[in-house]
């Protein structure tokens, strides 16, 4: 997550308000969290844990652009988790 270019208190100083500040962090940090969603967990989660993330999947159902995934789509997704898993166990990662 990015550093804010001001501090609470300077922020505080600009807008007049605590709760300002407050919420323009918040929003920061909802969006730095779904950014690593979609840059991150969307692809390692199921490559290294076998699975979507769950909240990745709320999201694409929430904006209507989840997809049907076939049985045998998500068995591969499960298997090249458990191959990650095994390769790091015999790498001592």
């Given amino acids: ?3 804010p270019r001001h501090t ?7 807008s007049g308000s605590s709760a300002f500040a407050e919420r323009s ?12 969603l979609f840059i991150y967990k969307s692809f390692l989660d199921p490559a290294v844990k076998g699975v979507f993330p769950e909240k990745f999947v709320e999201v694409l159902a929430r904006d209507g652009v989840l997809w049907d ?11 090249s988790g ?6 790091a166990a015999q790498n001592g990662l």
């Fill in 82 to 87: 458990r191959w990650f898993r095994e390769v």
């Fill in 8 to 14: 609470i208190a300077e922020t505080n100083r600009y």
């Fill in 1 to 3: 997550m990015s550093t």
């Fill in 69 to 79: 995934a076939t049985a045998d789509e998500m068995k591969t997704i499960k298997k």
């Fill in 25 to 36: 962090l918040n929003k920061q940090k909802r969006a730095a969290e779904r950014a690593a």
